[in-house]
């Protein structure tokens, strides 16, 4: 047993009292002989007896009161956990783990949750002692302690909680409890502390709830739950580009998620997009109680080039840092095409479909190029290859078509009288299309387009009604082996056309016959030259830009690129933040490590050498559940000597109980009280009779 109040166990001395007064209140009586009184003094003995019983035991009540009384001021705990004499100080290190994640900004109606967890946070420092220590774990998405070591300097802990704020990212209670473990491991001092502030959203836990025990017996665990109360909110989850070919003046469909995580259904909820500070669409939408729907928008862009955009919701609730997610959308103002062909008949009508006038400001640039000067290029500056009737490559052709395309770019092959069919399927392969087999001809006649797909990206829009017959005649068509690419066009003696293969975020397509007279009249008909525009367009991955350039706030990431990396840093420039930016080179090129950025909003990485590019930062769409998990039956993966969740506002008395034990100075002020009243009950019943 120890004393929470030691410093008043020197009152024990008040229990000599009874004793003292007892001793100088006794009567000294003389004897004096009465011969007549001999028959009573046998009954004064027994009187005597039973009197001296009674002032016994009054002392002993009275002695025993005061005892008690100062015992329960000194505040008694039993089962000291320090193991150290009774009112001394265990040295402690406290570990806060805090959440401050998107879903902590939610209101409530003392503020936010995060101003909730800073008040209990404060109560737990305003425990320390000298001797004491202390250390902040922000539980973001990637876990940082503060200071880097624990302190003593109280203040500065308790200024960092004041001054914290909601971040706009995710967090990660799984890492940030194992740096709390790792670093409590280290510390010296007796008591071991970790205070777990938090929603304990489903945010707090993205890879799932642990498995096995994250604390050892000698950690002391203490879980403080804010903000448990149902709240109302709805969260726009994602935002994509459903367009797959971008061209000026053609309209652009988009799709937004939206998510309630509320119990009630939210009727008419106006939803708008936003494109370079403008509304070009919205409309509204009803979405049930926990319900996840899907709604689309349909608009045309005014000027091509890379522009953000976001779409918000235009009413407020509990959680309003979710109602808003920014995109990038990338629509091309002129596309560089590389013709890798030799000269040919069926390369000049096919550099014609592309540019008819051959003006400099065609949507489409056609690049001649010779087989040679095609594997000398810097491909960077290209954004999609036609390569036809090619001879045989240098080795490592493959693996180098195989980066440009996964990178988001496009190969278009198609064969032709001078094509080398072995050589072809030297790198065909690593572009996910099949290998080529023999030539079919049959002298006297054609086959024609039996099944196509219409619903292909390159058909979208092109026809008000879905044509019977734009096939070409075709004469000749080179037979694909072991075909598991997807077939876009097929003919009528089932050997396909056009068949496309996905490699990374590009495409790669192959058709098996040619514009050449005298493989087919494809140059003739007029569907040749819409086709090769929308192909060109489709390869060139600018509609699948929005995916790759959009990263979540508070997580790093990276941008890959075609090329020799600058040896220049990049620029990283948003509203409140410049960041720089180092290349690095990888096989396929270089990238740019995106780090963590804090606020969301639309980015321009600038380099030097480089056109600069636009990326979207969001709120990471898991922060829009804003409900608790139950952690209360969870104590198998929390481990630890003391797994408690508090959810009163005795946090102090708790936190002292955990360090000395239980504290027992109310059963000693009723065992004090009980005592008094058997002594009252005593006394009063020694009183003679005034009768």
Same mark, same amino acid.
């Given at each position: 047993?120890?004393? !929470? ?29 009465? *011969? ?16 001296? !019983? ?10 025993? /009161? ?47 949750? !995060?101003?909730?967890? /800073? ?63 790792? &670093? ?31 604390? =050892? ?7 403080? $739950?804010?903000?448990?109360? +149902?709240?109302?909110?709805?969260? %726009? ?10 061209? $000026? ?15 009630? $259904? ?31 928008? +349909?608009?045309? $862009? ?34 560089? %095409? ?61 693996? +180098? ?10 190969? !278009? ?11 072809? &399927? /030297? ?55 072991? &075909? ?44 040749? *030259? ?30 890959? +690129? ?23 080179? %990888? ?8 780090? =963590? ?30 409900? /608790?998990?139950?952690?209360? &039956? ?58």
């Amino acid at each position: 047993m120890t004393f !929470l109040n030691a410093a008043l166990l020197f009152a024990l001395t008040l229990g000599l009292l009874p004793i003292l007064i007892h001793l100088l209140t006794r009567q000294r009586l003389k004897r004096i002989p009465f *011969p007549t009184l001999r028959f009573l003094k046998e009954l004064q003995r027994r009187k005597m007896r039973q009197l001296k !019983l009674r002032q016994l035991l009054l002392l002993i009540l009275r002695t025993l /009161a005061v005892l008690a009384l100062v015992l329960a001021m000194a505040r008694p705990v039993i089962q000291s956990t320090a193991g150290i004499l009774p009112g001394v100080h265990a040295r402690t290190s406290v570990f806060l783990v805090m959440d401050r994640s998107a879903s902590m900004g939610t209101e409530t109606p003392e503020g936010t949750r !995060l101003r909730e967890a /800073a008040v209990r946070a404060q109560e737990v420092l305003s425990l320390l002692q000298e001797g004491d220590d202390a250390q902040i774990i922000w539980a973001d998405a990637e876990p940082v302690a503060f200071p880097p070591e624990p302190t003593a300097r109280f203040r500065a802990v308790r200024e960092a909680v004041s001054e914290t704020r909601v971040t706009k990212g995710g967090s990660n209670l799984t890492k940030a409890l194992e740096l709390a473990r790792f &670093n409590a491991s280290k510390s010296k001092n007796l008591h071991r502390e970790i205070y777990v502030l938090s929603d304990f959203s489903i945010s707090a836990w993205p890879e799932g709830l642990p498995d096995g025990p994250l604390f =050892p017996p000698d950690v002391k665990l203490f879980l403080l $739950p804010v903000g448990q109360k +149902r709240f109302s909110n709805v969260g %726009i989850t994602d935002v994509r580009i459903l367009s797959r070919l971008m061209t $000026p003046g053609r309209p652009v469909e988009l799709q937004a998620t939206l998510k309630n995580s509320s119990r009630q $259904p939210l009727p008419d909820r106006l939803v708008s997009v936003f494109l370079g500070g403008r509304r070009v669409a919205s409309r509204s939408v009803s979405i049930g109680a926990a319900e996840t729907k899907q709604i689309e928008f +349909r608009f045309v $862009p005014e000027i091509p080039g890379a522009q953000g955009g976001y779409v918000k919701l235009e009413e407020g609730d509990d959680l309003s840092i979710d109602d808003r997610r920014h995109f990038v959308l990338n629509v091309p103002d002129q596309l560089k %095409i590389g013709l890798v062909a030799p000269q040919s008949p069926g390369a000049t009508f096919t550099a014609l479909a592309l540019n008819p006038t051959g003006s400099p400001d065609a949507f489409v640039q056609v690049i001649p190029l010779t087989p040679g000067a095609f594997e000398a290029a810097d491909w960077s500056s290209f954004d999609a290859f036609l390569i036809m009737e090619a001879p045989a490559f240098a080795s490592g052709m493959g693996a +180098r078509l195989h980066s440009f395309v996964e990178s988001g770019k496009g190969v !278009l092959v198609m064969l032709g009288p001078g094509a080398d069919l072995r050589a072809h &399927n /030297a790198w065909l392969p690593e572009l996910g299309l099949p290998a080529l087999g023999d030539v079919w001809a049959e002298e006297g006649f054609s086959t024609r387009w039996t099944d196509v797909d219409w619903t292909h990206p390159v058909f979208e829009g092109l026809f008000e009604e879905t044509p019977k017959s734009i096939s070409p005649a075709i004469q000749q068509l080179v037979r694909p082996v072991g &075909n598991k690419a997807l077939t876009v066009i097929s003919t009528g003696i089932g050997i396909p056309f056009l068949v496309e293969a996905r490699v990374g975020r590009g495409h790669a397509m192959l058709i098996t016959s040619s514009p050449e007279p005298k493989w087919s009249d494809f140059y003739r008909t007029g569907i040749f *030259p819409p086709l090769m525009v929308r192909l060109a367009a489709y390869l060139s991955g600018t509609a699948g830009d929005a995916e790759a350039l959009s990263f979540d706030a508070g997580v790093s990431g990276t941008i890959q +690129r075609l090329g020799i990396a600058p040896t220049t840093p990049a620029e990283l420039i948003g509203e409140e933040e410049n960041l720089q930016i180092i290349p690095r080179a %990888i096989p396929a090129g270089f990238e740019y490590p995106v780090p =963590p950025v804090k606020k969301p909003g639309i980015y321009r990485l600038k380099q030097e050498t480089r056109d600069a590019m636009l990326l979207a930062v969001n709120v990471p769409a898991v922060e829009t559940e804003i409900n /608790a998990q139950p952690i209360d &039956n969870a104590k198998e993966f929390w481990g630890g000597k003391i797994a408690r969740t508090i959810r009163t506002s005795s946090l102090s008395e708790i936190i002292l109980e955990s360090r000395f034990g239980r504290e027992l100075w109310k059963s000693f002020l009723i065992l004090a009280l009980i005592l008094l009243a058997a002594e009252m009950l005593l006394g009063r019943s020694g009183k003679p009779d005034e009768s």
